[in-house]
């Protein structure tokens, strides 16, 4: 059984920096993207950033330049970090982990991350 587990969210102050991280386990060697959504009140869940198992990033335009996704495989844990800088009042919203490989898709808990003065 997957299980993702995510941790770094917080309050922060427009221009700041957050770190978000992943920590998969129970997971099998092939081919798979982990990432993270965020759902802003009133909004839809929107992709923020991805990563493959390849090493290929993408992400939304509203945060290229400012997050960086990138991961980590030691101690066969497949943990993925989002470096978050010059964060933005629009940034604020719940922050959601996810795996997603061989057709099966398995989400973290939400992490808050609210910026404001």
């Known amino acids: 059984q997957v299980q993702l587990v995510t941790s770094g969210g917080g309050l922060v102050q427009p221009g700041g920096s957050l770190r978000l991280s992943c920590a998969a386990s129970g997971t099998s060697f092939g081919i798979y993207a982990m990432g993270w959504y965020r759902q802003a009140p009133g909004k839809q869940r929107e992709l923020v950033a991805s990563i493959t198992s390849g090493g290929s990033t993408n992400y939304a335009d509203s945060v290229k330049g400012r997050f960086t996704i990138s991961g980590d495989r030691d101690n066969a844990k497949n943990t993925v970090y989002l470096q978050m800088n010059d964060l933005k009042p629009e940034d604020t919203g719940v922050y959601y982990c996810?795996?997603?490989?061989?057709?099966?898709?398995?989400w973290g808990q939400g992490t808050q991350v609210t910026v404001s003065s």
């Open positions: 996810y795996r997603g490989s061989g057709g099966s898709v398995y």
